[in-house]
DNA sequence: GCCAACGTTGGC
DNA sequence: GCCAACGTTGGC
């Protein structure tokens, strides 16, 4: 039984010890074939490992202006050492890994075709926004399943994960809005529903920067020293937080998830 | 082992 | 460019 896979890689060019980390669809049709090297991250090299040949898998735009689904792939070869870990120029060279012990994995990846339709992440969380069942009349084609199967993606409910998988049901579901598109009409910038969850959120973020901007005020109105006015809980709200869990040495648990390592790619993905 | 500081991912 | 979410590091 075949299984099926999200791999992210950047469009957009960007430099990493002096190379070029850029690697988008059209490079991927070009050159066909491609090792997958450069993931740093435990949780994404064990799903590499998990993948067998001729598994399927989705090819997805991160990083860039426009993120989504542009392309199908498969896995033509399984998990094998990583080399470029071990080659201190590379952009995602780990210091801490040798030849004996390989800690880095990579599969190889085979273009089959691009998407008829790119599919954008808007619409993947356009779809997952949707309260109901229901899919709107443009996207009535995908049905309920496709509905709940989108809202299960990891690309929507984590986000970060370089590499995913992706249910059977999400796969054909993808297959499908690839092949039939259809959503130009819908605004995907809006939320389906009439009470927009997004803008909410939004509208939380404005509050908070001129709450923030409230107690900068007071801070000068007050004397205060800048280091200790950056001690207040309103300031840099992403900086300061309680660790969700206890740090685990990722290789002792197998699966567990864990971090993107040191000088590591987002996406996990290094042009040649 | 806790937690403040800092780094990365990646959408917007 | 901003910054939320999530990650690691290092002092104590």
């Given at each position: 039984m075949s299984k099926f896979w999200l791999l992210k890689a950047?469009?957009?060019?960007?430099?990493v010890k002096g190379k070029d980390v850029k690697f988008s669809v059209d490079d991927f049709e070009k050159i066909q074939t491609t090792a997958w090297e450069g993931v740093r991250n435990y949780e994404a090299r064990n799903l590499?490992?998990?993948?067998?040949?001729?598994?399927?898998?989705?090819?997805?735009h991160s990083n860039c202006k426009v993120p989504g689904i542009?392309?199908?792939?498969?896995?033509?070869?399984?998990?094998?050492?990583?080399?470029?870990?071990?080659?201190p120029?590379?952009?995602?060279?780990?210091?801490?890994?040798?030849?004996?012990?390989?800690?880095?994995?990579?599969?190889?990846?085979?273009f089959v075709e691009r998407a008829k339709n790119f599919i954008p992440l808007a619409l993947l969380r356009y779809i997952a926004d949707i309260s109901s069942t229901t899919p709107p009349p443009e996207l009535e084609y995908i049905g309920e399943d496709g509905i709940?199967?989108?809202k299960g993606m990891d690309l929507v409910t984590r986000g970060r994960l370089s590499v995913q998988r992706v249910s059977e049901e999400a796969w054909n579901t993808i297959q499908l809005l690839a092949e039939r598109g259809g959503w130009d009409d819908l605004n995907l910038k809006a939320s389906p529903q009439k009470k927009s969850n997004k803008a909410t959120v939004e509208n939380k973020r404005k509050a908070k920067i001129t709450q923030r901007k409230a107690v900068d005020e007071q801070d000068v109105a007050e004397g205060v020293a800048p280091d200790v006015a950056e001690q207040s809980p309103l300031r840099a709200p992403g900086r300061k937080r309680?660790?969700?869990?206890?740090?685990?040495?990722?290789?002792?648990?197998?699966?567990?998830?864990?971090?993107?390592?040191?000088?590591?790619?987002?996406s996990g993905r290094f042009r040649k």
């Open positions: 950047e469009p957009d060019s960007r430099i590499m490992k998990e993948m067998k040949a001729e598994d399927m898998a989705v090819f997805y542009a392309a199908l792939a498969k896995v033509s070869k399984e998990a094998y050492p990583d080399y470029t870990a071990w080659d120029k590379h952009p995602y060279f780990d210091a801490k890994t040798d030849k004996e012990n390989p800690k880095w994995y990579m599969v190889d990846l085979t709940n199967a989108i309680k660790r969700e869990a206890t740090n685990i040495d990722p290789e002792a648990v197998e699966g567990a998830q864990d971090s993107e390592a040191r000088p590591l790619r987002r």
